[in-house]
């Protein structure tokens, strides 16, 4: 366990070096069976193509991912796809990917960073370069649905989408027809969309029309990366349109709040936090902050200054807790 946790930490993922990283550690965690590494044909999207719905000039991009595969007696299996946040895959997944493998369930965990140049250069991830926005990556999510969908071993029709931070928004924005129409595949869509602290102070046009399955959101209160309060905004909305969606919010939890590699709050002073403001899509397809009617800018009044993060464990316990409920029932298995 120790090992997966020092390898989540410092080492990226990458598809020579998966099986490697892992292979000292098969036989301490005795809810995994099988790894496997495997490539993801993506593309890297501008907003322009993100909100126009077209992967027309967008540029090519091979990920890579990890599968972890438990061992069950059954033909095949439900899966999960689990996408990272700015920090990269971090010890919170690992966590996770083996106590979903507990319950039967197969783990990918997809690398949407490295392949495009974000690799921690520093002794913390915190120094990763922030340069990826969570909804461009919905053709990663797509297409690594698509690679699950075919394997030999998982139910196409049982795989769910986890996501942390901006993985969390990439969740959600997977969830709106809007974008799952153009960069999923038609007759394939998730079971279930599940977002640990996403963003979602931006309001998109049709955000609320989402697919069929639950979308679940878990945030703290007092996380200054992300806010509460717009994700039970948007939950209200998709509900009043006929959606299942709800927010789970902790008094006193901050941003990664699952995290138990980081017992203490993480502070990174100077970083820009958007969380305050809000964001809206112009009828012309452009981002403007709705207190000024322009683009966003690092000047503006509602930019904060200052990264805290840690783990939370009555957050952890209840968010764990109540997932697994979640996957249990929707995948139909006996808990």
């Given amino acids: 366990m120790q090992t997966l946790r020092t390898w989540a930490r410092t080492t990226a993922l990458v598809a020579a070096g998966l099986v490697a990283s892992f292979a000292s550690t098969v036989f301490a965690a005795d809810v995994t069976f099988r790894l496997e590494a495997h490539t993801v044909a993506s593309v890297t999207l501008n907003r322009a193509q993100l909100l126009g719905g077209t992967t027309e000039g967008a540029t090519p991009v091979t990920l890579a991912g990890l599968l972890q595969l438990p061992f069950v007696e059954a033909a095949r299996m439900p899966a999960v796809l689990m996408l990272h946040g700015d920090a990269g895959a971090i010890a919170n997944q690992?966590?996770?990917?083996e106590e979903l493998n507990a319950m039967g369930i197969a783990v990918f965990t997809l690398d949407s960073f490295?392949?495009?140049?974000?690799i921690a250069t520093g002794?913390?991830?915190?120094?990763?370069?922030?340069i990826m926005g969570g909804a461009s990556r919905v053709v990663d999510a797509e297409r690594a649905l698509a690679l699950l969908a075919k394997h030999p071993r998982i139910d196409p029709a049982r795989i769910a989408v986890m996501g942390f931070s901006s993985g969390g928004r990439t969740a959600l924005t997977a969830a709106q027809t809007r974008?799952?129409?153009?960069?999923?595949?038609?007759?394939?869509?998730?079971?279930?969309y599940v977002a640990?602290?996403?963003?979602?102070?931006?309001?998109?046009?049709?955000?609320?029309?989402?697919?069929?399955?639950?979308?679940?959101?878990?945030?703290?209160?007092?996380?200054v990366v992300t806010a509460a309060a717009p994700c039970a905004a948007w939950a209200a909305r998709i509900r009043a349109a006929g959606g299942d969606a709800t927010t789970i919010t902790f008094p006193g939890a901050y941003h990664g709040f699952d995290n138990v590699s980081s017992r203490g709050?993480?502070?990174?002073?100077?970083?820009?936090?958007?969380?305050?403001?809000?964001f809206e899509e112009t009828a012309s397809?452009?981002?403007?902050?709705?207190?000024?009617?322009k683009p966003p800018s690092d000047g503006d009044a509602c930019v904060s200054k200052g990264l805290i993060a840690g783990y939370d464990a009555a957050a952890d316990s209840a968010t764990k807790a109540a997932v697994k409920a979640l996957l249990a029932e929707t995948f139909g298995l006996q808990r």
Avoid: H, Q
Wanted: aromatic content about 8%; glycine content about 10%; proline content about 9%.
């Fill in 123 to 130: 002794a913390s991830l915190m120094t990763m370069p922030f």
């Fill in 285 to 293: 397809g452009a981002l403007v902050n709705v207190d000024t009617g």
């Fill in 196 to 223: 640990l602290y996403p963003d979602c102070n931006v309001r998109l046009r049709d955000d609320d029309k989402v697919l069929r399955g639950p979308i679940r959101i878990f945030i703290g209160e007092a996380d």
């Fill in 179 to 192: 974008f799952a129409s153009p960069f999923g595949t038609p007759g394939l869509g998730f079971a279930a």
């Fill in 114 to 118: 490295t392949a495009r140049g974000a």
């Fill in 265 to 278: 709050l993480i502070r990174v002073p100077g970083v820009p936090m958007t969380s305050r403001c809000n």
């Fill in 94 to 97: 690992v966590v996770w990917a």
